[in-house]
Structure formats: C-alpha cells, structure tokens
C-alpha cells in the first residue's frame, strides 16, 4: 500500500528584514528585578565579560552578574552622587564622574580608587575612557562632560588635561567616543547642539548639528561614519562625513533619554520616559520591537551576544530580561505536554534498565506526526482541510501553509469546491486571508485566483450580511490602490527608460569625420 504524499509547505523569504529581529527580542523571558536607591542613570556592559553590568545610583556603582542575579561588587567611594559609570575596553578600570566636578577612576578587581581627575567646575554626568590612536588597544586617557559648558581630555598617568574645548553654551550631558575612529570626540548639550572633536588638532569643532532639541544622549554607530542623537521625542542620525541629517524617526512620545546599539549593529535600541524600550531597524529606520516597563527608563544596556538586556529606571528599579533557551530532547521542549507524556509512561515510570555491554539496544521509533489539514485531504474533506489552514494563528503566523494548501487544491481541482457553499464566519475567514495578502508579491497570484472564485461563487448574492459586504468592499478597495500603484511605477518605468535610451543614444553617437586638405605645395608636388 503506498503511502499518503503530505502537502509541501513552500517556503519564502522575509519581505521585513526586522521579522529576525522581532522574533529574537521577543523570546525575552520573565524580568528579573533589584530595587535600589536612587535613580539609575547608566547601565554599562563590561565588554570583556558580557555577564557583568555597571549600574550607576545615586552615589555608588554597583556591578551584578547578571547571569546569578548576585551582586559582584560595589563601589561606594563617593561623597556625592555619581554619573556614568562606565568600563574600560579591558575590563580593568572603571571611571565614574560626580556632582562635585571630578572624574574618579577605579580598578574593579580591588576597588581601589586610582586617580582623582579634577579641574572642571560643574557637575560631570557623563565620561568615559578614550581609545587607543594605535587601534584596538585599551587607552590611557579619559573623556568627561561636564555641566560647565566644557568637554576636557586628561591623562591617567599624569592626572593632566590633556584638551579642554569650549564650544557649548549650555550644560553638556551627552557624549560619546568611536573605537573606529579614536581622534574624534562627541558631544550633546543642552544648547540643542551636537559637536564634534577632533583630538590631532584645532580647538574649534570640526562638525556642528543642530538636533532642535536638549540633547540627552549621543551615539557612534558601529563604523565609525554615524552619529545618533537624542533628544525631546526624537532619534536623529547624522553622517560624521559632511554633518549632514540622514533620518530622523520618533519611536517614544516623551523624551529619549539612552541609546545603545544590538544584533551587531542592526539595530538602535532607545529607551524613555514613556516607559517602552524600543529597538529601530538601522537599515529601515522602522521600528521592529518594542517593550514596556514599569517605570521611566533613563538607562539601557544590552549583553554582549544579545542575550540579555538590562534596564534602569527613574524609581531604581533594575530589570533584566534574559532570552528563554529552548530544551530540546529528540526534536521535543522538555517543558510540553507531549514530551511529558512521551517521557511519562505509567509501566515505566518507577522501572530503570541499564543493558550490559554485549546487549542490542532497540530504540524508539519516532512516531510521524500527520497535520490536521494532511488528514482531512487524505479524507477527500477539502473544505474541512482550508478551514484548519485558516484559523488566525496560522493564518497570521503561517501563510506558507494556507498557500501551500491552496496550490495542492488546485492541483486536485478541488479548490472551486472548497470556497463553495460555505457559511458566514467561513467566508469572512477566507476573505479576510485575501484582503491581507493580496498586496503581497509572494501570493499575489493566488489570491488573486481565489478572489476570482470568490466573486463568481458569491458576488452575485450580494447582501447576504453587513460582514462579507464590508470585506468585499475592502477587496475592491485594495485592487483599485495597487493599479493606481502599478500604473504609477509603469509611467516611472517609462520615464526612465527615456532617460536611459538619450543617454545610451549620446554614448553611441559616431565621432565627427574630420577632413584634411592638404597644403598647396604637396598639392603640387603630387
């Protein structure tokens, strides 16, 4: 006897490049949460040891591991509040500035306080550890902005100031440097201003942009080329080239207060007031993933191999979501109910067998599961069979296997029959499948087959319900929005052939004959 052929479930590519990165964010698990005293105005991840976060609070940093929820250690040498506690590149050193005017910087495996780098007179809110001009070391130089309207550079092993510029007219509390580009400083004040620095020379900036707003936080994108800047309930991006605006996108309602980068660069992951941390596709500048908080967020930070992420907020609340790992024991989650019941045979429940050296082991065969739709065709029930392809969740989730299943319809000749004869609720399911996909280039052809067999079969009684009336409406609304599409991109297509055949004629165009006559006297001559 043969066996019964299953439907092939085709398979296409992603029309959204930030369906990746929706689905990887959004395996967040359960948040883990640490109360503590004051707001958390940074959180930084060690570079070298992606399980450890620097969280800034009030007057002290402490460092968690995020992956024991324990605390590692805290630093607590600070008669003031504290802002920005951030790690060097190594992971040995800690710099951290203060209400009083000073940057202290720390070795994190003793907690012993370093150096004391003062000389500017406001408050520091940001600083952080400048790179290595040979490139890929850890430097030994510290950056700091400070509430005096100045951004100064100093030397560690001399506690010197190395540049000091003066081009802000109002508090700095945003600033940022590039691994990639270690000469060039940047810096956000509240003067709606965003500068940057060049350290080989010049005390003026080299660059000035104008983001509209009191910047709260400034960004380099990996690569070095991009800046982004944060202020009021805007994201702006700007190229470090020319200084010019590339985009400008508002993910958040209320301020913007921290951005940080993840999935490699791919995306900009912000965080504000409004209490939602939202992660940007930087190649589409739209928004992939979103998640809410229960309270403002000041800070973010996310783990080195983005697998976890790390939120500070306004009440000092301290959440940390870690990505569920799936369990997987012969193609079955330990944690469902057929590997359970697969796992939890009564006769061998309390029974153990351990086979001697010499004994054959017969596993196990694995059962093959049949889907529901495979077994109702294999019943010859095909409209049985579309309507389990078109509950919402495959349909939403699965449209391959609602396509899939259309196409062996028409391969059997049975789809006319399947969309025949059907009630009310089992027509707005089909219509409203074809509605949503008739726009997509990859079941456009199909849907437009069934939207045929749909208005021949019930088109003609039209006013059986208020429902299907509305959704057939939808359908000619939607056919008439992509001609008018595809009349616009057909007169754009012609457009630019013109301009490319004028351009192709110009270049093919012969060179002009040029004719000699020669002199009278070879004239003569001849």
């Not at 508090?171 to 691994?179: C, E, P």
């Not at 093919?508 to 040029?514: G, I, N, Q, T």
Request: aromatic fraction near 8%; glycine fraction near 10%.
């Amino acid at each position: 006897m043969s066996r019964f052929k299953r439907t092939e479930i085709l398979q296409f590519p992603s029309t959204d490049q930030g369906d990746s990165q929706k689905g990887y964010w959004g395996q967040l698990g359960e948040p883990l949460t640490i109360q503590e005293y004051g707001a958390i105005n940074t959180v930084h991840m060690c570079p070298t040891n992606t399980s450890l976060a620097a969280c800034t609070a009030y007057s002290k940093v402490q460092l968690y591991n995020v992956d024991t929820m324990e605390l590692h250690k805290s630093i607590t040498k600070f008669k003031d509040m504290c802002f920005s506690g951030r790690w060097r590149r190594d992971g040995g050193l800690l710099c951290a500035g203060t209400g009083e005017g000073v940057v202290k910087v720390f070795d994190v495996n003793t907690k012993t306080l370093l150096r004391v780098l003062s000389g500017h007179k406001g408050g520091v809110q940001a600083c952080d550890f400048v790179c290595d001009r040979t490139g890929g070391g850890t430097g030994t130089g510290v950056v700091s902005w400070s509430d005096d309207k100045t951004v100064k550079i100093w030397d560690l092993p001399t506690e010197s100031v190395v540049n000091t510029y003066t081009g802000h007219e109002d508090y700095v509390r945003a600033g940022a440097v590039s691994v990639d580009q270690p000469d060039l400083v940047v810096s956000g004040g509240y003067d709606h201003r965003v500068l940057v620095w060049d350290r080989r020379g010049g005390e003026g900036p080299t660059l000035t942009m104008d983001h509209g707003a009191p910047v709260e936080a400034v960004l380099v994108l990996p690569g070095g080329g991009l800046v982004a800047s944060a202020g009021g309930s805007l994201i702006k991006i700007w190229d470090m080239v020319g200084g010019r605006l590339l985009a400008s996108v508002s993910p958040h309602h209320k301020t913007v207060t921290s951005l940080c980068v993840s999935g490699g660069g791919k995306c900009l992951v912000s965080g504000s007031l409004d209490r939602q941390v939202v992660w940007t596709d930087l190649a589409t500048f739209r928004q992939v993933f979103n998640k809410q908080t229960p309270a403002s967020v000041m800070s973010i930070g996310v783990g080195g191999r983005d697998n976890c992420l790390v939120v500070g907020m306004l009440d000092g609340l301290v959440q940390v979501h870690k990505r569920k790992e799936d369990n997987v024991v012969d193609g079955m989650r330990v944690d469902t109910k057929r590997y359970k019941k697969a796992k939890s045979h009564k006769y061998l429940k309390h029974t153990q067998f351990t086979p001697s050296p010499g004994d054959l082991v017969v596993g196990e065969g694995k059962r093959d599961i049949e889907l529901r739709h495979d077994f109702l065709l294999r019943k010859f029930e095909y409209s049985k069979a579309l309507d389990a392809v078109l509950k919402p969740y495959v349909a939403r989730r699965k449209p391959e296997y609602t396509y899939s299943l259309m196409m062996e319809l028409v391969r059997r000749e049975g789809l006319k029959g399947a969309l025949a004869g059907r009630e009310e609720k089992q027509l707005c399911s089909v219509l409203q499948f074809v509605n949503k996909y008739l726009a997509d280039s990859r079941f456009s052809a199909m849907m437009l087959h069934v939207a045929n067999l749909l208005i021949e079969l019930y088109l003609p009684e039209h006013g059986m319900s208020s429902s299907v009336d509305t959704l057939f409406n939808d359908m000619k609304k939607r056919l008439d929005r992509e001609v008018r599409y595809m009349e616009t991109l057909m007169e754009l297509q012609g457009a630019v052939d013109l301009v490319l055949s004028a351009g192709n004629r110009d270049a093919e165009k012969p060179s002009a004959v040029e004719h000699r006559v020669g002199t009278v006297s070879a004239v003569a001559g001849v």
